[in-house]
């Protein structure tokens, strides 16, 4: 014959007995999903995600070679292919020392990172380029910045001229720019600026001839679709982070 402290004994078991087996389904079930967490693949917006912050340290990541590459191709006045040749990139890559006075406080408040410049000469030598890469955090940036830029072509207030002294780029300065371009590619304005070697100023030259500059887009363009272009995220790979 049972006591009744037994009777009230056996319950109370059964229900502790209950709660343990259904707390061990929840811990086993968490476990299940921390697992699944940890084990599954990248989602596709944290591939988009790790693309774009890849693209957005290239300014940093890649040598200033693999962004500025010895030669870049172009169409010629006369509408055959020909190369610019690079003379030289400037190791300074300060915003304020790359673009003019007067748009210096508006890349600055975009949030302007970095300008590195390089300049190049066409491929008969009669026209010095200067390519700016402006790095910006992201492209909403990139975007306030470049609507600061002058955009039908005109030089100033713009990139600042880059010469190399002992080379044929030696007279490129300020007064000598005539024409100009700029591109936004992602977080990234890509802009330039150009003149003639002889280092006439642009202000002494009666007949302008705008197609002697048309090239130039095409080495920016370059440039900035090779600067933006995502690549395959490699997770498991350096430098990404998914």
């Known amino acids: 014959m049972?006591?009744?402290?037994?009777?009230?004994?056996?319950?109370?078991?059964?229900v502790t007995s209950a709660l343990a087996f259904t707390c061990g389904l929840i811990a086993l079930a968490a476990a299940v999903a921390a697992?699944?967490?940890?084990?599954?693949g990248p989602s596709g917006a944290e591939l988009r995600?790790?693309?774009?912050?890849?693209?957005?340290?290239?300014?940093?990541?890649?040598?200033?070679?693999?962004?500025?590459?010895?030669?870049?191709?172009?169409?010629?006045?006369?509408g055959g292919s020909e190369r610019a040749r690079r003379v030289g990139i400037s190791s300074r890559i300060d915003c304020a020392a790359a673009v003019d006075a007067p748009l210096r406080a508006a890349v600055r408040a975009a949030g302007c990172l970095a300008i590195i410049r390089a300049t190049y000469l066409d491929e008969l030598q009669g026209i010095v380029v200067t390519l700016g890469v402006a790095a910006f955090p992201d492209p909403a940036a990139a975007a306030t910045a470049k609507a600061?830029?002058?955009q039908a072509g005109k030089a100033s207030p713009g990139l600042r001229a880059l010469a190399f002294t002992g080379t044929v780029s030696d007279h490129f300065t300020a007064a000598v720019r005539q024409a100009g371009t700029i591109r936004q590619a992602g977080p990234y304005?890509?802009?330039?600026?150009?003149?003639?070697?002889?280092g006439r100023p642009a202000r002494a030259i009666a007949r302008q001839r705008?197609?002697?500059?048309?090239?130039?887009a095409d080495l920016a363009d370059s440039v900035a679709m090779t600067l933006a272009t995502?690549?395959?995220p490699d997770c498991a790979g350096e430098g990404w982070t998914c």
């Open 2 to 14: 049972e006591e009744e402290g037994e009777r009230r004994a056996w319950p109370a078991l059964v």
């Open 35 to 40: 697992g699944a967490e940890l084990t599954r």
């Open 49 to 78: 995600q790790a693309a774009a912050t890849e693209v957005a340290q290239r300014w940093q990541t890649w040598p200033a070679g693999k962004i500025f590459p010895e030669t870049i191709g172009y169409k010629g006045e006369q």
């Open 148 to 150: 600061v830029f002058p």
């Open 189 to 198: 304005v890509v802009m330039t600026t150009a003149g003639q070697v002889d």
């Open 210 to 216: 705008p197609t002697l500059f048309t090239f130039t």
């Open 230 to 232: 995502p690549a395959t």
